[in-house]
């Protein structure tokens, strides 16, 4: 028998034994990683509350997502990216410690799969923030509104009931207000909306409250947003409306096009208001401290009733006033052009915040619209095409 020959055979089989166990253990240790996390999401843990986010890859929807992970909460977003990035969710994911953050793809218009979502995950409150949002295109596509916002928002809450969720923070809108004749807004200012967007919104409010005040021990905070503006005053994230949204956009988004020079001018529709320069007055909100709303919010809503709050600062702003801080904050002299009214538009909102800052200590603290026009300017500088492919994975 020849030793010398056979001493590294037995050592390439050691070698090959060690190999494979390596990678048995690999393999074993992955599984089981991924089984956790996966049950992190299915089954409730002490003291880490469970926040569904609908709408979390939009832009209002992501900034909340940002604070609740800051704070410490699981968060699963629930988005079908018809207006929403995927690179918003991707650059949470980097925030995000393992096992926090998940993202679902689906549709809220899909009863099963809303279904499927409450059954697999441990849900302890939901933030219905997704929505088809322009009120323009509300007035084209009515259908497309009453179906999105207010049939979806139905299937939500039946979820919720069905899967025994009990805190729901709406997204509502001053939209639902229509035109009142008395500002500033309070909350008990009556609701005539003027636009199916409005009355998507108002009709979705309606379902919530019957339901809540019929039969049901929900925690709901409907909180009626003004014009939200800005962005993470960190960069982590910014406004990016979708190129094909641009011609029904918000005016902070078009005035930064302008800006950039991906539209030719600015288009402020309507001049002939009965307002201080015939321009709308509008109330702006920053993101931020709307978010903040959102925190106190969850952390107020009580059983069996649903309590409403205007978000805004109080303060009324002409468009041409926002046009001149948006100057401001950009350093460039977009060229704007005064055009017709815009169908559904409404000449004069904005709100009385106090009964929010009675009641839930809440109150506007980014005020100055160049210092916030100037951050969000600062974000879209360095992503002038938004986040990219807005439905891509990579
Ligand atoms: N932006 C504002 O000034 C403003 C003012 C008042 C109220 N709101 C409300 O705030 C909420 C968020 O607005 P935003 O500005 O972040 O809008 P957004 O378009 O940036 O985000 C909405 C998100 O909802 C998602 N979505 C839409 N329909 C969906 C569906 N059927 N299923 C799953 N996801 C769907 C979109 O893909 C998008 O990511 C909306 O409910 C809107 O009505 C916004």
Redesign the pocket.
């Known amino acids: 028998m020849d030793y010398g020959s056979s001493r590294p055979r037995s050592h390439l089989v050691a070698k090959v034994l060690v190999a494979a166990s390596l990678t048995a253990l690999c393999m074993f240790i992955l599984r089981q990683s991924s089984t956790s996390t996966t049950d992190l999401f299915a089954h409730r843990q002490e003291g880490v509350m469970h926040v569904l986010v ?10 909340a997502t940002l604070r609740l992970l800051a704070n410490g909460h699981r968060v699963t977003i ?8 995927m690179g ?1 969710v991707h650059a949470l994911e980097e925030i995000a410690n393992p096992g926090m953050l998940q993202f679902i793809n ?5 009863r099963k799969a809303v279904d499927e979502i409450f059954k697999k995950n441990a849900i302890d409150a939901v933030m ?6 322009y009120v323009g295109e509300s007035v084209a596509e009515p259908l497309r509104y009453y ?3 207010t049939s ?1 928002t139905l299937t939500v809450v039946e979820a919720m009931t069905a899967h025994n969720v009990k805190k729901l923070i709406y ?5 639902t207000y229509g035109e009142p004749t008395k500002m500033p807004i309070v909350e008990d200012t009556e609701q005539v909306p003027i636009n199916p ?1 409005g009355k998507a ?1 108002k009709m979705a409010e309606d379902i919530i409250k019957d339901y809540t005040k019929a039969s049901s021990d929900l925690a709901v905070v409907i909180l ?6 800005g962005s993470d005053p960190l960069g982590r994230l910014g ?1 990016a ?1 979708r190129p094909e ?1 641009r011609h029904m956009g ?1 005016i902070s988004g078009a005035c930064f096009d302008a800006a950039l020079g991906h539209i030719p001018e600015l288009k402020v529709m309507g001049t002939d208001y009965d307002t201080k320069d015939g321009t709308c007055i509008r109330d702006y ?1 920053h ?1 931020t401290d709307l978010v903040d709303a959102h925190v106190k919010a969850l952390a107020h809503a009580s059983e069996g009733t649903v309590k409403v709050y205007n978000v805004g600062t109080g303060v009324g702003v002409s468009v041409k006033e926002f046009v001149e801080a948006c100057k401001a904050a950009t350093g460039v002299n977009v060229s704007v052009s005064y055009l017709e009214r815009r169908p559904g538009d409404y000449a004069e909102v904005y709100s009385n915040p106090s009964k929010i800052f009675r009641e839930l200590g809440w109150k506007a603290r980014y005020t100055n619209l160049t210092e916030s026009l100037s951050v969000a300017w600062k974000w879209k500088m360095a992503h002038p095409n938004g986040y990219g492919d807005a439905r891509s994975n990579s």
């Not at 689906?106 to 899909?110: K, R, S």
């Not at 997204?171 to 939209?175: D, G, L, M």
């Not at 009626?224 to 503006?229: A, E």
């Open positions: 609908t709408g979390g890859a939009g832009f209002i929807g992501s900034h629930v988005d079908n990216l018809s207006r929403g990035n918003a689906a549709d809220l218009g899909d219905h923030f997704a929505a088809v949002a179906h999105n916002i979806n997204s509502s809108t001053c939209a967007y919104k009626r947003y003004f014009n939200v503006i406004e409306p949204l918000r909100i993101v």
